[in-house]
């Protein structure tokens, strides 16, 4: 059990982190996948075309009782501190608390662990979960004393935790991979091969999962097409593509924490012999050197892949750091210095999204994006004199664009997205049942002259483009043509099978 003293510092990490997130999920708006997710989530699915669905369905509860906005963060937040318990519990199993809390605080000072897998409504905070759960049984399981309820029930817990982070992303195969590579490779764990327990979890977890299978099944298996082609060859290696991917990645989890990181996976290297460290090399480096190698002959990546096997590395940093001896006064003062740096981040983060400063000037001069235009809400957009006679749809020629449109416009106006790359947009509404009604394109102005030719062949006709122009604090940022359009002729291009039929 953990020492009651490193418990009790615990709690207060977890509060305090806690509180933090809140604070910041209140202050920045949406994203651009947060809006996309609580607006496809409108519809209640066995699954989803980007994802598995448990955080669509969290979503989709949580907007009915607390309305599409930035509260419905609020479960994710939640769920992210017990994350954060579940892991100290099985950190402490394997290094003792001391080195646990180290880790745990590690792991929260973390940007995106902060952020993203902490506070946003995306698919990594239930995957976390799912795998913290599944971890603290297994840690129980092998390096307790464990009689023959115990091991029944660890498994299980095992299968249930695989089973919630399967019904998140699809990623939570390569942690029961790594599970399965690490009973094969312990000596003292392959026992387990010759026993039913694993074999019932293992059904267990893929009978949690069946709603996602049975989802693609009746559509084409387009989401397993969509995913597994993000990975394929491109042709040719790039280079420029694996550094960007690692770059990205120490972005995300910061310099600071990335050194002793990978310092704390090297020397578990050197004691793999010791089952503890091997466990969780068998569970970190899969993920993190699958997706950060493919860059560079597949698709470009996301540096937000490979965090599920960083996540398994923490105990290992904060191993790393009781090995070397770190004195208590170098490790207050490197939280402090960690924790003001993060809040310095999140604190620019949410200023820059809401009034443009300080980056505005950079960004009208360089002619970069800006970071946070993100989390920039359309709301304004209904005031364009256009929707003053009410359209009986909209179309969006982005389906990034179309979350935000939707979150603006609410669920009484229907949405669909003209594009090659609609995503769960295509399994949304039918657009053959608007057939002869009016609707309005929402397109960028760069792209309206192109989008006007995509669409004059849908309808009757098009009235003249309007332009109307978002703004933040009087600038203006997202330039838009409005293109009435009347009498729908057919449905819309459907670029994936099994489909609505669009």
Not at 148 to 174: F, Q
Not at 238 to 243: C, G, I, K, S, W
Not at 354 to 359: C, D, N, Q, Y
Request: include cysteine.
């Amino acid at each position: 059990m953990p020492d009651p003293d490193h418990s009790r510092l615990a709690i207060a990490i977890l509060v305090g982190f806690f509180v933090a997130r809140l604070l910041f999920a209140f202050t920045l708006g949406l994203g651009v996948d947060e809006s996309y997710t609580i607006a496809i989530s409108r519809r209640l699915s066995l699954s989803y075309f980007d994802h598995p669905p448990l955080h669509l369905w969290i979503a989709h509860f949580t907007a009915l009782a607390m309305g599409e906005s930035v509260a419905a963060r609020a479960p994710f937040v939640a769920l992210f501190l017990a994350t954060g318990w579940i892991y100290y519990r099985f950190a402490s199993e394997l290094f003792g608390s001391r080195t646990a809390l180290i880790g745990l605080f590690a792991l929260n000072v973390t940007p995106f662990f902060f952020a993203s897998a902490g506070a946003w409504i995306v698919p990594d905070g239930p995957l976390l979960f799912g795998l913290a759960v599944a971890a603290f049984a297994a840690t129980r399981l092998f390096f307790q004393e464990a009689n023959k309820v115990l091991a029944w029930r660890s498994w299980l817990l095992i299968g249930v935790g695989l089973g919630l982070a399967g019904l998140s992303k699809y990623s939570a195969a390569l942690a029961a991979a790594g599970l399965v590579a690490f009973v094969a490779l312990s000596p003292q764990q392959r026992r387990w091969l010759r026993h039913p327990a694993p074999y019932v979890a293992a059904g267990v977890a893929l009978a949690m999962v069946t709603p996602v299978m049975v989802w693609n099944a009746r559509h084409g298996w387009a989401s397993f097409a969509f995913q597994g082609a993000r990975g394929m060859s491109g042709g040719g290696l790039r280079p420029a593509q694996f550094l960007t991917m690692a770059l990205g990645e120490i972005a995300f989890l910061s310099p600071w924490i990335f050194a002793p990181l990978a310092a704390g996976l090297i020397s578990a290297f050197h004691h793999r012999r010791d089952d503890r460290y091997l466990f969780l090399l068998c569970l970190s480096l899969p993920p993190i050197v699958l997706f950060t190698l493919t860059p560079i002959w597949g698709g470009r990546g996301q540096p937000h892949w490979p965090m599920p096997g960083w996540f398994f590395a923490y105990p290992l940093l904060g191993a790393w750091v009781e090995q070397i001896g770190v004195s208590v006064a170098a490790l207050r003062r490197w939280a402090l210095g960690s924790s003001a740096t993060l809040a310095a981040i999140a604190g620019v983060a949410a200023v820059q999204a809401s009034t443009g400063w300080p980056l505005a000037s950079l960004t009208t001069r360089s002619g970069l994006a800006d970071p946070m235009l993100e989390a920039f809400a359309w709301s304004d957009l209904t005031k364009a004199p256009i929707f003053n006679r009410a359209p009986s749809f909209i179309i969006s020629t982005k389906w990034s664009d179309a979350g935000k449109i939707a979150l603006a416009f609410g669920p009484r106006i229907h949405v669909f997205v003209l594009s090659n790359d609609p995503r769960g947009w295509a399994f949304m509404d039918e657009s053959a049942s608007f057939v002869g009604r009016r609707g309005i394109i929402v397109t960028p102005v760069a792209d309206a002259a192109s989008t006007i030719a995509a669409a004059r062949p849908l309808f009757a006709g098009l009235g003249q483009p309007e332009l109307y122009t978002l703004g933040r604090r009087g600038r203006p940022e997202i330039k838009l043509a409005l293109i009435p359009a009347f009498g729908l002729t057919r449905s819309l291009p459907m670029p994936y099978p099994g489909g609505t039929g669009r």
